[in-house]
């Protein structure tokens, strides 16, 4: 049964990479056709760009792979991350989302079985995913992924943990609120703006899913993290020094590690600041 899920979790893997590369686009040409149309213009005639089509292609000579190539890891293996065509470099990320995914949903399967409990907790922890890897290629969180993600945090606490539904509505409201009030001390005390609005919504979709005792936490794991990355990479890439850094991967990391990790990770952090019992 786990060699099963793993084939489907490196599938879903694979779905991810569309997703992660695709979606952006979609946006950016659903924003110009708006913007066209607004303005009273004819849009530019483009081709067709969705989930499904076209066919996964090279990014260099844009050759459509063949199906074998499309294989989630043995692909990308047996070609040595190159174009079997024009032998050009094929990103590092697609082997590393699967993996990811992979790790993921095997991780919660074990803990949690073949339960529909696992399948959203699954679903969460891919959409994370996804947020966190087009925040970092894009400084874009997309609505149509965060606020069903949020959605999503509150219906599962009401349909499995009704007794919490309360902590989950707080949740939701104090992580919008504690992104929107920084944004604006911030702005306020720079000129600038530290965090973007996709960050409100996506802290406020895992106030949802992990309750409000879990904001805290979740803060103070994705802000050093933050912090020591963003350090390393400015001091041995000098090009990116001063350069703004996406903060949504991680507060997806953090989140995904409370949602693996359960209450007890709460219940530690709160023991070692000396707060137990919240």
Request: contains cysteine.
């Amino acid at each position: 049964m786990l060699c099963v899920v793993a084939l489907l979790a490196l599938a879903l893997g694979s779905f991810l990479n569309v997703v992660i590369a695709r979606l952006p686009l979609m946006l950016s040409r659903q924003w110009t056709r708006e913007a066209h149309q607004t303005l009273s213009l004819t849009p530019p005639v483009q081709p067709a760009c969705n989930l499904l089509v076209p066919r996964s292609r090279c990014p260099g000579c844009e050759a459509p792979l063949a199906w074998h190539d499309n294989i989630p890891l043995l692909g990308y293996l047996k070609r040595r991350g190159r174009c079997a065509q024009c032998r050009c470099a094929i990103s590092v990320q697609y082997p590393l989302v699967e993996m990811a995914s992979l790790a993921l949903v095997l991780w919660i399967v074990w803990h949690h079985g073949m339960t529909l409990t696992a399948l959203t907790l699954i679903l969460a922890c891919l959409t994370l995913l996804a947020l966190a890897v087009i925040d970092w290629r894009t400084m874009l969180l997309p609505d149509v992924l965060t606020l069903p993600l949020l959605w999503g945090g509150l219906l599962y606490q009401l349909t499995n943990n009704a007794d919490r539904l309360a902590e989950s509505v707080v949740g939701a409201m104090a992580g919008y609120g504690i992104a929107w009030g920084f944004y604006w001390l911030f702005r306020l005390a720079t000129g600038k703006e530290g965090l973007g609005h996709g960050d409100f919504k996506l802290l406020a979709a895992l106030g949802a899913w992990c309750g409000w005792q879990a904001l805290p936490l979740i803060l103070v794991l994705s802000a050093t993290t933050g912090a020591v990355v963003g350090i390393v990479l400015q001091l041995l890439i000098p090009r990116l020094r001063g350069a703004p850094m996406p903060f949504g991967p991680f507060l997806s990391a953090a989140g995904m590690l409370i949602l693996l990790g359960g209450d007890s990770l709460v219940e530690l952090y709160y023991n070692i600041i000396g707060l137990s019992g919240i």
